[in-house]
Nanobody, 123 residues
Framework: QVQLVESGGGLVQPGGSMRLACAAS????????MGWYRQTPGRQRVLVAT???????NYRDSVKGRFAISKDDAKNTVYLQMDSLKPEDTAVYYCNYHSLVAREGKVYENDYWGRGTQVTVSS
């Protein structure tokens, strides 16, 4: 099992900045991706940004140039720096840990989720 503890979130004005952090602990593996997803009421959870153990980064188009994901391997922590925030960024943000383990010729994948943190962008 992997435990994820999120921090950050809250209320920020449009154009402002906020940083989210997610610390992972437990049965961590060497091949993984960590990242952030967000969800608004009545809609599906969508990818915001992910970073792999090898450093590959993905962003959803609407946050490119405004958000930056990074990780601290020593702390098993991933960060999401959010700048130029817009009201449409308002959502519950969930941390995700996606593990990949190769064993006896098969690849086993698991997803772990944090509890979520509310980000509200409003004046």
């Amino acid at each position: 099992q992997v435990q994820l503890v999120e921090s950050g979130g809250g209320l920020v004005q449009p154009g402002g900045s906020m940083r989210l952090a997610c610390a992972a602990s437990g049965s961590l593996v060497s091949t993984y991706s960590m990242g952030w997803y967000r969800q608004t009421p009545g809609r599906q959870r969508v990818l915001v940004a992910t970073i792999s153990s090898g450093g590959t980064i993905n962003y959803r188009d609407s946050v490119k140039g405004r958000f930056a994901i990074s990780k601290d391997d020593a702390k098993n922590t991933v960060y999401l720096q959010m700048d130029s925030l817009k009201p449409e960024d308002t959502a519950v943000y969930y941390c995700n840990y996606h593990s990949l383990v190769a064993r006896e010729g098969k690849v086993y994948e698991n997803d772990y989720w944090g509890r979520g943190t509310q980000v509200t962008v409003s004046s």
